[in-house]
């Protein structure tokens, strides 16, 4: 893992590297690049070893191309196979030098072949090519002005930041997409490739994945278990390749306890805090786990003091609000981590998303049930207009603020809406696509706060597609979603009694900080992200030596 930075030194910091080296304290450089006419350029990198400790030059240079690589491509020894049988030849034993040969080879069709997470920053010698992964796990921000251009990994990098908010994201409470809330900075958005022209400033951008069609084809479960689990395993397998140690976050959910049901890490971690024992009890559910399969579980117990202390560094390496407590056991779970010597882990991200998870997902599919139950056909427009339709009924569910946010968000969500596939479908799809990324960009900041990396299998783009197939007795069963995954749990562990089997309620990762900050039980992200933004502020106005 690492960081880039590039572009027009104008528009970058005075030391764009050094406020990225937590990003990548092993290896750090920068280049020059001269050009015939207008004002030189620079590519930064800093580098995280995790695949390849040996040392080796950043960023790395072939033949007049360079390249800044922030990732890890999961399948590049496979890639690397197929390039040296094209003549290819390679110094060292890294995804870095494996992503250049195969755009040197592919083009931007390379991106189709890896699987993993990434961006990536290349100068071919007439521009830059800049790139993220399929669903955004790794940031790259952008600025272009006048011609010319700057990107990095955080907008730390960047100077002259001046706060604009953006109604989109108010609405949502969090930013995502292209949206900062930084005036003239964006970012490059998941799935994107974008092409800048040295010569002229033009800049081609491409959409280079999409979310897969609906094709609902597996209605057997055991077919489904078939298919699933040993794709999985592969899934989890690939993404435990390391040069350094790996662990494990695990909760009392089904997500992460099936990743360590199948992988069986010696050590894990897990976040309870004593404000929540009495309703959430991660702690007893994790060491029933790691009694039943012989492993060691470090439960972490930060506090409100711990908190304190933490929230000026927790500002400066978010950087923008995302609408949720959890960056703070994030943190937490990586610096941990990291202090027991390990700079990797596997983290259940994605499966909510994929499988229809959340509660609020059971909510809307139960009610559509019913509806498909008792409306018939011929009087579907009567219950469309009386219930609203799918979407409506989503919107409704995902607005944070009441009616008035309603149309803001049927405006986002009706290009990723196919009306022809079913909810269970549309539902994954905009929770994949949209209500994710700031899951994603928590996980990202908050390890890398701490040189950690965070890897997800349920993201392998190969569960996402089996994911389409699934009909919906084989996500949503008994008022229950993930049904697919509760099967795959049981079957792994071969015991039903277990609590992590038996578990009803998903929390996903809450903290309570509304207790500690607001004296109050009550959820308010809104009040969360308005005294995040202004810590944000002072520390994104710091220099990296007198940073908190």
Known sequence: MCGIVGGSPLLLSDAPTASLRHRGPDAEGIVKIDRTTGEPLVLGMTRLSIVDTDEMSVPWEVDGLVISFNGEIYNWRELRDELISLGYQFRTETDTEVVLAAYREWGTTCLDRFNGMFSIAIWDGEGFFLCRDRFGKKPLFLRLAEGTIAFASEVKSFNNLTYEPVAQADALEFYFDEHTPFRTVTSVRPAEWLYWNAADGSVTREQWWSFPDYAGDLTDMREALDIFLPLFTDACQLRAQAGVPVTMFLS???????????????????????????????????????????????????????????????ARHIEFPVGSFSIFPLYCLSRAARAQGFEVALSGEGADELFNGYYRNEILLGENQWIEEHVSEQYSALGNRYFGTQLDRYVRMASRHGDEDTEILKGLLTPLWNESAPLHHNIAAVESQLFMQPLLTMADRMSMANSFEVRNPFLDHRIVEFSTRLASNLRFHEGRGKALLRAALREVLGNDDLGVVRRQVKHGL???????????????????????????????????????
């Open 252 to 314: 009392g959910g089904i997500d992460s306890s099936l990743i360590q049901a199948i992988m069986r890490f010696d050590t894990t971690f897990t976040v309870q805090f004593e404000e929540f024992e009495d309703f959430l009890n991660e702690q007893e559910l994790t060491a029933e786990l790691a009694a039943y399969l012989g492993f060691d579980n470090h439960v972490i117990r930060p506090d409100r003091d711990d908190f304190a202390d933490c929230l000026p560094l927790l």
């Open 510 to 548: 809450p903290a309570p900080v509304n207790q500690w900050v607001f004296n109050t039980k009550d959820l308010d992200r809104k009040a969360w992200n308005d005294l995040l933004i202004g810590e944000c502020l002072r520390q994104l106005t710091l220099p990296a030596s007198r940073a908190h």
